[in-house]
């Protein structure tokens, strides 16, 4: 098991759904010496269950951290040299494309904005992204962004960052490429509930950070529609529990700093 199999099955077993599972086995084994406690722990963890799963729960993480960053105006964008769009997930041997991998469709979506940037402003793209494995049958994220940039919306990519394996590398390896052509300020790519840990990691390496959010899901469910709870839900709030422990984890160990 590499060493990124392992983050990513702590990850599993820290986030919801997996860890209410383990409270809620957790409280019926105590039930049956501490019947009261037991019983509370479980019904807590239902109970949280189905707020991750129901629109309440987007109200409650999704659209406090959308809210930290805004769609790009014309006016920030003034100025930008570069535009860096960051990876997301991957789809190994997708069959219509020949076997090929693919960006996920979380990834597509920042391409997508990427693209329609590239056209806007004619800047020079750069991807980043990689997690490739030694044995080859994965290869870095970027490489296939690279392709389906170029491929399938038909705008050039300048530079090609295939070796982070996580936003901070994204960062890190990222500015390293572009201060040698002495690019500081950039138009940055993702989603927002991604974007607010990722200004957070390219400022801290120096670069001016001009956000340009993509995909927000905060406001586009129907008030009539919050209680039911949707496997959509929970993947949202999910995501914004990751990426709020995120937020967390860079501000206690102050990398990078704000």
């Not at 790519?189 to 956000?211: C, I, N, Y």
């Not at 406001?219 to 937020?247: D, V």
């Amino acid at each position: 098991m590499t060493q990124f199999d392992l983050f990513a099955l702590l990850r599993e077993l820290i986030l919801p759904p997996a860890s209410l599972f383990i409270l809620f086995v957790a409280g019926v084994l105590l039930a049956k010496r501490y019947v009261g406690a037991g019983r509370m722990i479980a019904a807590s963890a239902i109970a949280l269950l189905y707020l991750l799963c129901s629109g309440f729960g987007t109200l409650v993480f999704v659209a406090p951290l959308e809210a930290l960053t805004s769609p790009l105006s014309s006016s920030n964008a003034k100025g930008a040299q570069a535009i860096v769009v960051l990876a997301a997930g991957r789809i190994a041997d997708a069959p219509e494309y020949g076997g090929a991998e693919q960006p996920d469709y979380i990834a597509l979506a920042r391409l997508r904005y990427a693209a329609r940037l590239q056209r806007e402003t004619g800047l020079p793209i750069l991807v980043s992204g990689g997690n490739g494995t030694e044995d080859g049958r994965f290869k870095p994220k970027a490489l296939a962004m690279k392709r389906a940039l170029e491929e399938e919306f038909g705008v050039p990519v300048r530079w090609v960052e295939p070796a982070s394996a996580n936003t901070a590398q994204n960062a890190e390896f990222s500015a390293r490429s572009l201060k040698q052509e002495n690019i500081r300020r950039i138009l940055l790519v993702t989603d927002a509930m991604h974007m607010p840990r990722a200004v957070m990691a390219f400022k801290g390496e120096g670069l001016e950070v001009v956000a340009a959010p993509t995909v927000f899901f905060g406001s586009t469910m129907r008030a009539w529609l919050y209680p039911l709870p949707t496997a959509e839900n929970l993947r949202r709030t999910y995501y914004a529990l990751y990426e709020w422990i995120g937020l967390v984890w860079y501000k206690l160990r102050n990398v990078p700093p704000t």
